[in-house]
């Protein structure tokens, strides 16, 4: 079980319901180890800063994980934190013409696998991340975020 807090720290009006990000989370969380992790929403002025701090690039983006590497505690493990840049996500869905909540799924799940120590380094982690990432996507009723549409 994985018990989802968020954070919304974002002034964008049309953010998913909470109760969608909570269910997104949940469907891309491999363990059965009672988990929690925290999901921040947040605008471009503070992805852009923490973009900065930890990865040392001055721009927004749309998903940052931050794994806790911790022990469980009380037979709970802190995976971590994601945060999502709002605007960004928006405006990635319109250029990509892809649904907000397509995409925003989507980057849930993506934030989530990072913290389970997935990765895109290379072309093989590529493609198990997002084979597991279309493979989640499908079971919650969405298609193939890397198809190309015409």
């Known amino acids: 079980m994985l018990k989802?807090?968020?954070?919304?720290?974002?002034?964008?009006?049309?953010?998913?319901?909470?109760?969608?990000?909570?269910r997104w989370a949940q469907a891309a969380y491999l363990d059965s180890l009672?988990?929690?992790?925290?999901?921040?929403?947040?605008?471009?002025?503070a992805i852009r800063e923490l973009n900065l701090r930890y990865r040392t690039q001055d721009k927004t983006t749309n998903v940052l994980s931050f794994p806790?590497?911790?022990d469980p505690i009380d037979g709970v493990k802190h995976l971590g934190d994601i945060i999502i840049c709002a605007p960004v996500i928006?405006?990635?869905?319109?250029?990509?013409?892809?649904?907000?909540n397509a995409h925003w799924a989507h980057m849930t799940i993506h934030g989530m696998l990072h913290l389970q120590e997935h990765d895109h380094?290379?072309?093989d982690e590529a493609r198990v991340m997002e084979?597991?990432?279309?493979e989640i996507l499908k079971t919650l009723g969405f298609t193939n975020p890397?198809?190309?549409s015409s």
């Open 68 to 70: 806790a590497y911790l």
């Open 34 to 45: 009672a988990a929690e992790v925290a999901l921040v929403i947040v605008d471009d002025d």
């Open 4 to 22: 989802v807090d968020i954070d919304r720290q974002s002034t964008q009006p049309d953010i998913p319901p909470l109760k969608n990000l909570e």
């Open 121 to 123: 380094e290379t072309s």
């Open 131 to 134: 084979t597991r990432e279309i």
């Open 90 to 100: 928006e405006s990635e869905a319109l250029a990509q013409n892809k649904s907000s």
């Open 146 to 148: 890397y198809s190309i």
